[in-house]
């Protein structure tokens, strides 16, 4: 079976595992902290530093790995991404101290001196201002990076931020984005095992899986009873995936049931828009699955 090397801790373990659980591949362990454990039955799951994946995975000691792509751009091993899992997103960002005067990229070492930039990333931050042509030191730390620039350790920073809350909290003025990222599920470029056919179709199977399950969030499966005279209306009001299933009902009357695929922000206006053309008996439920 495949072997997936997941996140061990924090709120990226915390969304993989309640993603492979509404896939059907629950996580089954030993103990909280077993570092091995069955996913449904199906595969064989290691739980490892999420930093730390990108190289497991590369170097064949795991055939897919869950991971940030802001991590996978960092180890600097080349990976292949199957499915964006649409959690862990953030921005990489460049940041400096209100008071700096730094406004822009263009006035980092305009007086011809090199910045100090700290950061956990210090891959990633070379090669962004090396592309710029912005003349910076890299100095690595292994977390906290906003507190730098008021020790005097580094003149900007360059850290990750989902709202932006924490560097304003820490006097700190965004100046641009380095890369988004998100979790992602990665193999080897030549995918598992070396693109073993069995492996390759495990592998297919299991991206099927999470994407239906990817697929199904904001979305919500309605069915109603609708005038037959206002099909054509309805039509309108319910897209759905490929316009809405119209089902006989037994009486053969003026009515007939329709059912749709709608998204969860509109559905409060969709169910209005189906009362105003006679709609009744109108059902809304959660979808566990969208297999297109």
Same mark, same amino acid.
Not at 59 to 78: C, F, K, Y
């Given at each position: ?27 089954? =362990?030993?103990? !909280? ?5 069955? $996913? &449904? ?6 739980? +490892?530093? /999420?930093? @730390? ?21 960092? =180890?600097?091993? !080349? ?5 964006? $899992? &649409? ?6 960002? +460049?940041? /400096?101290? @209100? ?194």
């Amino acid at each position: 079976m495949l072997r997936i090397a997941l996140p061990n801790k924090g709120r990226l373990s915390e969304d993989t595992r309640e993603l492979f659980n509404d896939a059907g591949l629950e996580v089954r =362990s030993s103990g !909280e902290r077993a570092l091995t454990a069955s $996913l &449904g039955g199906e595969f064989e799951a290691i739980f +490892v530093r /999420a930093q @730390d994946i990108p190289e497991f995975v590369a170097d064949g000691a795991a055939d897919v790995g869950v991971t940030g792509m802001d991590l996978v751009n960092e =180890s600097g091993r !080349e990976l292949r991404s199957h499915l964006d $899992l &649409g959690f862990g997103r953030c921005r990489l960002v +460049v940041a /400096a101290k @209100d008071d700096s005067g730094i406004r822009s990229i263009e006035d980092i070492g305009a007086d011809g001196k090199a910045a100090r930039v700290a950061t956990v990333f210090p891959r990633i931050t070379r090669t962004f201002f090396e592309s710029r042509g912005r003349p910076v030191e890299v100095v690595p730390v292994s977390g906290a990076a906003e507190i730098a620039p008021h020790l005097g350790i580094a003149d900007i920073v360059v850290d990750l931020t989902s709202t932006g809350s924490t560097l304003k909290m820490n006097g700190l003025r965004e100046i641009e984005t380095v890369m988004k990222s998100s979790a992602h599920l990665v193999t080897a470029m030549n995918g598992p095992r070396n693109g073993d056919p069995s492996r390759v179709q495990e592998l297919n199977d299991l991206v099927t899986a999470l994407g239906s399950v990817i697929r199904a969030r904001g979305q919500r499966y309605l069915m109603a009873n609708v005038p037959r005279a206002a099909l054509d209306e309805v039509r309108a009001v319910l897209p759905g995936l490929n316009g809405p299933t119209v089902i006989e009902i037994a009486d053969h009357g003026k009515y007939v049931a329709v059912h749709a695929v709608v998204s969860a922000d509109t559905i409060y206006r969709t169910i209005s828009q189906l009362r105003a053309l006679g709609g009744e008996g109108i059902l809304v439920t959660r979808i566990e699955r969208l297999v297109p």
